[in-house]
């Protein structure tokens, strides 16, 4: 099992950006893939990013595709989420987790995610 904890929330103007950290602790980390999810307001929460064990295979909703970049650093216990071009539909609170993979592709649905973290606040303003 592993425990997953992000940081980097914020508040910035529209066109910026925000680096988001998932440090994440257990006996085998790099054992699990990793994703990001974000929650908006009164809305369900939804797919960001995924990553693989290794880092060999990235996955991204595509309302976000070619403006965030999701990477993960093993040695570190630690993924993250670059935002850059942001606008106020990316406002939300976002969510770090974790599932163990086989190998056999990428996760984007939360319940088959295993592991959560508390989440962090995005805001972007107009």
């Known amino acids: 099992q592993v425990q997953v904890v992000e940081s980097g929330g914020g508040l910035v103007q529209a066109g910026g950006s925000l680096r988001l950290s998932c440090a994440a602790s257990?006996?085998?980390?790099?054992?699990?893939?990793m994703g990001w999810f974000r929650q908006a307001p009164g809305k369900e929460r939804e797919f960001v990013a995924a990553?693989?064990?290794?880092?060999?295979?990235?996955y991204y909703a595509d309302s976000v595709k070619g403006r965030f970049t999701i990477s993960r650093d093993n040695a570190k216990n630690t993924m993250y989420l670059q935002m850059n071009s942001l606008n106020p539909e990316d406002t939300a609170v976002y969510y770090c987790?974790?599932?163990?993979?086989?190998?056999?592709?990428?996760?984007?649905?939360?319940?088959?995610?295993?592991?959560w973290g508390q989440g962090t606040q995005v805001t972007v303003s107009s």
């Open positions: 987790a974790a599932y163990y993979n086989l190998g056999y592709g990428l996760a984007s649905r939360v319940f088959e995610y295993d592991y």
């Open positions: 990553i693989s064990r290794s880092a060999s295979t990235v």
């Open positions: 257990g006996r085998t980390v790099s054992s699990y893939a």
